[in-house]
Each structure stands twice: as C-alpha cells, then as structure tokens.
C-alpha cells in the first residue's frame, strides 16, 4: 500500500508575529524545547590541540617515541609523553623557585627527547598531581554557564585552556 504524498503545510509552525519582541522570545523558546533533539558531538576519544608557534601551545608535537604536550605554569615547568596513538604515559613536572628560570628548565626537559617536532597533537583525557596542582586534559562538560544547556568541554590544566566542539584544535581561555 502506497501513502499518499501530502506537502507540509508551510503555515503549519509558523508563530503569529504580534511584535518583533514576542516573535523573538517564542522563536528562542521553541528553539530551546527542540534543541535536545539534536545531536551533540559528544567529547572525542582523542583531543586535537592546534601548534600555534609563539602562544601558549607553542611546545607541543612528536619525537621518537610518540607526541608531547610541554608548558610551564607558576613555579612548574613539564612535559606530558604520550604514545604515538595519544594514550597518556606520564608527566615529569619540575618546581622551580625562581620563575626567571622557567623557560631554561623547560628547555632542558624538552632536550631530552630524541626526534622533536613542534606541530599539531592529538590526545586523549589524562589527570595528574603534583605540588597540590592538578595537571591534565579533564573533561568539563555539563551545564557550565548554569543556562540549562550541555556544552561538551574539556579543560587543560593547570593552563586553563578549553577545547569544545568543533573540536578544531583551537581553545578558549
């Protein structure tokens, strides 16, 4: 048996437009109601982080053994390993007292991996602590701004800096 084809009424969903104030409020209204309808792209497996040379993801990219994502925040200099498929390895983190000296300890943490190359990683959710300071690629997600809306984030720390859809690389601080 075969439906018949009937065109959808355009009029069907149309708001009646009183004022530009209450057609704006019902249009945001109804798009709240059908926005958990769409889908979301949730947190991916491997979080792409854009090099961007002279900026606060200027140390990061590949050697030998896998990628690298290097910083230095506060009193700490470090440099996160991971494997060549984004998995987390582990962290050598150094306090250093004089922050003057911060650049120096992370150059010299950075020496001693074979093969570097600064350019674009991609990696995956990781927690460490150290000193009472969190360090990590942790998953924020969740209604943040307290509007009733999702948003799918993840922060790295202690950088402060957030990746979000569309999972671009680029961050927000």
């Known amino acids: 048996m075969t439906r ?15 004022s530009l104030t209450s057609s704006v409020s019902a249009r945001d209204s109804r798009a709240a109601k059908l926005a958990r309808y769409v889908d979301r792209v949730p947190v991916p497996r491997l979080i792409p982080i854009a090099h961007e040379p002279d900026y606060r993801t200027d140390r990061i ?3 030998d053994d896998g990628l690298f994502l290097a ?7 470090y440099v996160h390993l991971f494997d060549h498929d984004g998995a987390y390895r582990r962290s050598t983190i150094r306090r250093v007292e004089d922050r003057s000296a911060l650049d120096e300890t992370l150059d010299g943490l950075l020496a001693g991996l ?28 969740g209604d943040r701004a307290r509007d009733g809306r999702h948003v799918d984030w ?15 690389g680029l961050y927000d601080t």
């Open 154 to 168: 993840v922060e790295l720390y202690p950088d402060r800096l957030g990746f979000h859809e569309p999972w671009d």
């Open 61 to 63: 990219g590949s050697y």
């Open 114 to 141: 074979p093969g570097k190359s600064y350019g674009d990683i991609a990696v995956q959710l990781f927690q460490t602590h150290q000193d009472g300071v969190i360090f990590g690629l942790i998953d924020e997600s």
């Open 71 to 77: 910083s230095a925040w506060d009193h700490h200099a």
């Open 4 to 18: 018949p084809f009937h065109p959808p009424d355009p009029n069907r969903d149309r708001l009646p437009e009183t």
